[in-house]
Nanobody
């Protein structure tokens, strides 16, 4: 099983980025998917999640209205569209797949400059 994240980088405050996480080696559609982030000196936190059935989503309060999680089962990819980015969004972002087991991506840096 492999999860490969892409799309991170450096962006100015107010800008946008779209993270992608491409999976291989699993039946992608059967997994619940989520994005986490970990800022320096802080614990890893759940940012957004999308269910395998029905596609229900949920978000941490601090990103509601700015971030959108989506999935493309045909492409075996989960996305995190991030808009109106703030310096507080600076972190390493990780994707996660879970059902009976969980799998994590390697993480990708997002840096928002003020």
């Amino acid at each position: 099983v492999q999860l490969v994240e892409s799309g991170g980088g450096l962006v100015q405050s107010g800008g946008s980025l779209r993270l992608s996480c491409a999976a291989s080696g699993v039946t992608f559609s059967q997994y619940d998917l989520s994005w986490y982030r970990q800022a320096p000196g802080k614990e890893r936190e759940l940012v957004a999640a999308i269910a395998r059935v029905g596609g229900a989503t949920n978000y941490v309060e601090s990103v509601k209205g700015r971030f959108t999680i989506s999935r493309d089962n045909a492409k075996e990819t989960v996305y995190l569209q991030m808009s109106r980015l703030k310096p507080d969004d600076t972190a390493v972002y990780y994707c996660k797949m879970v059902r009976y087991r969980e799998y994590w991506g390697q993480g990708i840096q997002v840096t928002v400059s003020s």
